[in-house]
């Protein structure tokens, strides 16, 4: 239910930044793309932490804070915008 609560305030753009979860972070979110990536591979505290980041006792907000840009960050021509679209 929170997925598609997610998806329905995201299109119909009635959400409030910054996002506030209502459940636990779950670092397979992250985990599921990122994870196995050679930029992801390259970072040696990923492999320290890896036990912790799986079972969820160290979460990936902790080192990389926030991961989803705000409204303004997304924005064209902004410098956050720019900087985003560097890392594709």
């Known amino acids: 239910m929170t997925g598609f609560r997610h998806l329905a305030r995201y299109t119909t753009r009635t959400y409030i930044e910054p996002i506030v979860t209502r ?11 990122h994870q196995g990536t050679p930029k992801f591979e390259a970072v040696q505290s990923h492999h320290t932490a890896e036990a912790r980041l799986a079972s969820n006792q160290m979460i990936c907000l902790n080192c990389h804070g926030q991961a989803h840009p705000t409204s303004l960050e997304r924005t064209p021509g902004s410098a956050a915008y720019s900087r985003l ?3 594709l």
Do not use: A, M
């Open 23 to 33: 459940v636990r972070f779950n670092n397979q979110n992250c985990l599921n793309c």
């Open 85 to 87: 679209t560097e890392q």
